[in-house]
Nanobody, 128 residues
């Protein structure tokens, strides 16, 4: 069984910053591809960022590129999402996801179907 737990969400003002954390534990390959997605009310879940198992490769969604940085921690499947210059449109529930089958980022990194395990999500609210 694999557990994925996010933390660090909350309320921020436009222009501010937040750092989200995600830790995955259980029976995984270790150093898996991990990604962040977000879902606003009434909208579909959308890709935010992904990082390879080594931490060397990253890809960002167009809506956050230049404002967000994904990174890995030193301990196994731990990843962070540093979000700067926040905008009201960043308001959403942010989900961390793990691909239990890959160390490198595949062609379908942007699809939720590419990921095997998900956290419960953490709310990010940005006020104007």
């Amino acid at each position: 069984q694999v557990q994925v737990v996010e933390s660090g969400g909350g309320l921020a003002q436009a222009g501010g910053s937040l750092r989200l954390s995600c830790a995955a534990s259980g029976r995984t390959l270790g150093n898996n591809v991990m990604g962040w997605f977000r879902q606003a009310p009434g909208k579909e879940r959308k890709f935010v960022a992904v990082i390879s198992g080594s931490g060397v490769s990253t890809v960002y969604g167009d809506s956050v590129k230049g404002r967000v940085t994904i990174s890995r921690g030193n301990a196994g499947n731990t990843v962070y999402l540093q979000m700067n210059s926040l905008k009201p449109e960043d308001t959403a529930v942010y989900f961390c996801a793990l691909n239990d089958r890959a160390y490198t980022i595949g062609a379908n990194y942007y699809s939720p179907n590419e990921y095997d395990y998900w956290g419960q999500g953490t709310q990010v609210t940005v006020s104007s």
